[in-house]
């Protein structure tokens, strides 16, 4: 059964950073594309990162410069360093994976089949 699970998240202060990992079992997922979404309370889920298969990357405005994704596909995991953290990067974190064959689609999360539990993010100011 395929399964992601996130790690990583936790409590910081505004300024400081975090290392997300998220470790994909039960099927190999090289050729997905593999990303990261949030939600924080009263918020809908967004998009946060997206990496495909080729290490093409797609960013939020809003993280754009402070986060950066990558995956190791020998490991059958994704990473989300985050860096310069503002309390509005306050959310869970989630991993996601999709079979997505449009650069286009990346951040749309109807896309994306497989998903982790979440991990909580909070930046204190």
């Known amino acids: 059964q395929a399964q992601l699970v996130e790690s990583g998240g936790g409590l910081v202060q505004a300024g400081g950073s975090l290392r997300l990992s998220c470790a994909a079992s039960?099927?190999?997922?090289?050729?997905?594309?593999m990303g990261w979404f949030r939600q924080a309370p009263g918020k809908e889920r967004e998009f946060v990162a997206g990496?495909?298969?080729?290490?093409?990357?797609s960013y939020a405005d809003s993280v754009k410069g402070r986060f950066t994704i990558s995956r190791e596909r020998a490991k059958n995991t994704v990473y989300l360093q985050m860096n310069s953290l503002k309390p509005e990067d306050t959310a869970v974190y989630y991993c996601?994976?999709?079979?997505?064959?449009?650069?286009?689609?990346?951040?749309?999360?109807?896309?994306?089949?497989?998903w982790g539990q979440g991990t909580q993010v909070t930046v204190s100011s």
């Open positions: 039960g099927r190999t997922f090289s050729t997905y594309v």
């Open positions: 990496v495909t298969s080729g290490h093409y990357t």
């Open positions: 996601a994976a999709g079979q997505i064959y449009s650069i286009g689609r990346l951040a749309l999360r109807n896309e994306y089949d497989y």
